[in-house]
């Protein structure tokens, strides 16, 4: 029973030809499994990674490699099915994808750079104190729909869903209550916008 797996084909390496290559129970199998499932998994995978023909290529060959040597491991008479190879397919190009990605790193001193805007905690205070005393003078579904959209941050819908109302409703709701807001405090009209 076998126990490792098969390396990825080099990038750059031509097809290996699959007529050379021996099968587990000698029938011709992978001759048979080629012919029935290269073309479309190219068309597949190159779907997946966007031109890179060869590349492709190369995935087409790695995945029909893998089913099979997994008809070692199968009943008689097994075969691969499309969407089997599909997925084996699909996660080769996954995986490569997660290598290939580029990793970017933050340095610490760039990003306190950034964000090196001097705190007020007085002005901080003074700014919550108002918005407390601002949204505690609003109606309890007006109060609500402002939490979940402006402090959580929800889309309409996503508010819509968690409050169990419309979302034409969580849109009417933010108007009324901003609306009611600047009508209120007509001097903190940035604030309440």
């Not at 190219?42 to 060959?61: M, P």
């Not at 009943?75 to 580029?102: C, F, K, Q, T, Y």
């Not at 402006?150 to 869903?161: I, N, Q």
């Not at 109302?165 to 609306?179: D, E, L, Y």
Request: charged share 20%.
């Amino acid at each position: 029973m076998r126990t490792s797996t098969p390396t990825p084909v080099p990038t750059g390496s031509a097809p290996v030809a699959v007529e050379a290559t021996p099968t587990p129970s000698g029938d011709g199998s992978m001759r048979v499994l080629y012919e029935e499932h290269h073309g479309p998994l190219l068309r597949y995978v190159s779907g997946l990674i966007r031109g890179d023909r060869q590349r492709a290529e190369d995935f087409v060959q790695e995945t029909l490699v893998r089913a099979w040597l997994s008809t070692a491991n199968q009943p008689p008479g097994w075969s691969p099915s499309r969407a089997w190879l599909m997925r084996v397919a699909h996660n080769l190009v996954i995986d490569w994808a997660r290598r290939e990605r580029p990793h970017t790193e933050i340095t610490h001193e760039h990003a306190l750079e950034q964000h090196a805007e001097t705190v007020d905690p007085m002005s901080q205070a003074v700014q919550r104190r108002f918005m407390v005393h601002a949204l505690s003078r609003l109606s309890h579904p007006h109060r609500e729909v402002l939490f979940y959209v402006y402090v959580l941050g929800c889309t309409g819908s996503d508010a819509a869903d968690a409050l169990g109302i419309p979302p034409g409703t969580v849109k009417s709701r933010t108007h009324h209550a901003i609306r009611e807001l600047r009508r209120r405090h007509p001097e903190h009209t940035l604030a309440a916008a």
